[in-house]
Structure formats: C-alpha cells, structure tokens
C-alpha cells in the first residue's frame, strides 16, 4: 500500500504524437475463442520478442472470501507452488529453472491469477508443468502452515508504518461491512481460521471456467498453440458446490455525513487522509473522475502539491488516488503534515475539490491528461506479459479485450461539463483518518 501511494510521484514525461497513439493497436491482431465450458482463451502472435507469455487470470479476488475466512484467496494463491502429486515444491522450482521458465500467483480484490512465461522452444514442457499445479495440488501441510505464517507476518506488518496504518484504518472506516475494507492479505482472525481443506476446495472455486480467461502473447503459430491449449483447458467442469461459499454481496450505502476517526501514534509529523466516494471501473463517470485526480494530486505539478506544499508550505506531501475497483470506489487525498498545519490543510484541500464543482477544467487541461494517460498506457504495456495480462484482465472484467485499445481515447472524450457534474455528484461527505502524536 505504502507503494501504491508513493508511486504517485512519480511523473512520466511522455513525448510523442497523440494521433501515432490513436493509430497504434494492441487489439487487431488478437484471436478469441470461447470453449464449450465457458473458458475463454484470446491469442496475439508477436514474434518480435522471442517470448511467450501467458496470464490465467480469474474473476475471483479476495472481495469474494467467504465471511470469516478474509484471506483465503491470496493464501491458496501462496500455496499453488507447494507441491502436486508429481513433484514436489522444489521440483517445481528447479524443472521450471531448468526450462528457463517463470511462474508466479498473483491475487487483488477482483481477480487472482497465474503468470507464466519461457522460450517458445521450452513452452510446451512448461505448460505441463503449470497445468499439473492447477490439477494436481496437495497442499501439502508442513508447506501449508509455513504459507499461513508468512502472510499472518505480512499483514501484521503493514501496521509498522504509520502511512500503511492509515491506510488500514480508513478502508475499514470507509467501507464498513463491504469487503472491500480488507486488504487481499485477509483478516488476522480470516487467516487464523483457514484449514488445509478450505484452500484445496478454494482452489477449484477460482478456477471455475466461467471466471477464467486465458490470454497468451508471444513467438508462436496460433494455429500450433491453440489444440494444446484446448486439450489442456477444454475439460475443466463448471460448477462450484463444495465449501466454503463465496461471499454474498452486501449493498455499500455510504453515510450522508462526514466521518473522522483519530488514531494516535508517536509520530513527528501529522499523517491525514481524506475519501470520497467514486465512481466504479464500469461507472459512465469514471473517466471524469480519472482527469479531476490527475489534475488535483498526481505528480509534481498537481495542483495539491503546487497550492498546499509548494505556495503555502502546509505539508510535506499531498497527493491523491483514485482507486478505481470493479464495485465501489474511492477517491483519496494524502497528506504528511506538521500536527500544527492539519486544520490548514485540511480547509485547502475542500477548497481545491470545490473548485471541480464549480469551474471545471479547459479542455487544454483534459487533453494534458489524455495524452499523459495515453502514453503511460502505452509504456507500461512494452512487454509480452503485460500484454497478456492486460488482454486478460480487460476481458475478465466485461469490459472486453478491446477495451485495451479504446482506452487510448477514453479520457479525450471528457468535457469541462462533465468534470463538474462528477464532482457536484461524489464530492459532499468525507471519510478521514488522521494519525498524530
């Protein structure tokens, strides 16, 4: 978490034309196949790299863990590589080295996933591999408990620092009862409560066919690749029943108040954060709302950084995120201060949201972050797995692969009038947490 506020520093200078980025496709090539079982695989030859990549990624994250058991995904996740009936934990290692191959989990609140990567000439020998890890795991004990205590250790760790007990403190405050107000890491109480027999059932729920998409970019002849494919997924059963459950949805009603929680720590500087509600990654106002947190708290020349650190010296960082998730969303404001200058600040960054609402923005500071997102897009994505995993990712989340390609314009289209109406409709109540001596 610490990360992904920092990252927000961070500016990419991007130099280039807008219209060779409207032009450039990642999508055009890519070939879709929907296997009878509901899987769906998309396939994209790119022999300019001498890689194949692949991204499996599922459709369920750890906002569907059972009540409870807060953690579940990403510990099965963690425990994928601990060994089958065939090989064991580092056997797996050592024949994946010997390949020249990589393999990894991931898992975030709306999708867990598996990331493999090699030669083409190792690709096949590396396939079987992974697909004995997805139909032979055993979870075994020993490897079991190891897996549990490092991620109970992660997540008691995030509270070492004060910024990444902010954050903590405010999903939870934020999002109440919704799920969301976890991180992927689980619940202490969650992760104490998992057994052995929970991840290996978990394990069929993720992968359910219906929640997986199958996205591979790289040196090959589809027409080669896709009976190994078929032969290797094709036979996946539907149909999840055993236990646990997922969890059912809860509807997220957010408080028509403001809402501030206070938590005391011996610190030298004031840590605050102030939430408003957002739009959803499907929401029509999202776009909108992606520009208003460009312009307001990403980078150095952002306007919370430029009014509240640079002109008035209130604080030490000001930034801000959007974090955009497939259901309710947030837009959050992060500031280091002197304990001194908290009211100060505070009342500035209220005064910077209210100018959205009431001036908008000129279509010269749209198009800046337009083409600031375009090119970013376009950087990030160089490499066969990013690839992959994008394509997968824009398609597991309906939006569809070739979301991938009309996000080049997806910002281009905001106008000053929406801008205002984004920010007339989500900013009115506050969620913050401020951490002070």
Known sequence: MKKRLVSLLILVLVIGSAQAAADFSYTADVQKVELDNGLTILLKENPAFDIIAMGLVSAAGSVHDPEGL????????????????????QELVIELESLGAQLQTAAS??????????????????????????????????????????????????????????????????YGAHPYKYSPYGSPAGLASISRQDVTNWQKYIYQPEHVVVSVVG??????????????FGDWESGYSAEPAPR???????????????????????????????????????AAM????????????????????????????AISQYDER??????????????????????????????????????AEIAHIATLKRGTHLIQNETNMN????????????????WVDEYMNFFAEVTPEDIKAAAQKYFHNYTEVLIIP
């Open 387 to 402: 690839q992959a995993t994008m394509l997968a990712l824009a398609e597991v989340t309906g939006r569809g692969y070739e």
């Open 219 to 232: 040196n090959f002849d589809s027409e080669e690749l896709l009976p190994l494919l078929r032969e290797g």
């Open 326 to 363: 497939l259901g309710p969303s947030n837009l959050l404001i992060f500031l280091a201060t002197h304990p001194q200058n908290v009211e100060q600040a505070r009342e500035q960054v209220l005064a910077e949201l209210g100018r959205f609402a009431v001036e908008g923005l000129t279509e």
């Open 70 to 89: 807060e953690g579940l995904t990403f510990l099965t996740q963690r425990n994928l590589l601990s060994g089958t009936t065939n090989r064991s934990a």
């Open 248 to 286: 059912e949805q809860a509807e997220f009603v957010y408080p028509a108040e403001n809402r501030e929680m206070v938590i005391n720590l011996p610190t030298e500087a004031a840590f605050l954060i102030m939430g408003y509600p957002a739009p959803a990654s499907f929401d029509a106002d999202s």
């Open 109 to 174: 609140y709306d999708y867990a996933a598996l990331l493999f990567q090699s030669t083409p000439g190792s690709f096949e020998a590396g396939f079987a591999v992974l697909m004995d890890v997805l139909a032979n795991s055993t979870f075994p004990e020993v490897e079991f408990e190891r897996e549990r205590m490092l991620s109970q250790a992660a997540l008691a760790s995030l509270t070492d620092d004060p910024m990444n007990a902010l954050v903590l403190g405010y999903l939870e405050l934020f």
């Open 290 to 317: 992606a520009v208003i947190n460009g312009i307001l708290g990403e980078g150095m020349s952002s306007r919370l950084f430029t009014e509240i650190r640079d002109k008035r010296g209130l604080a030490y960082t």
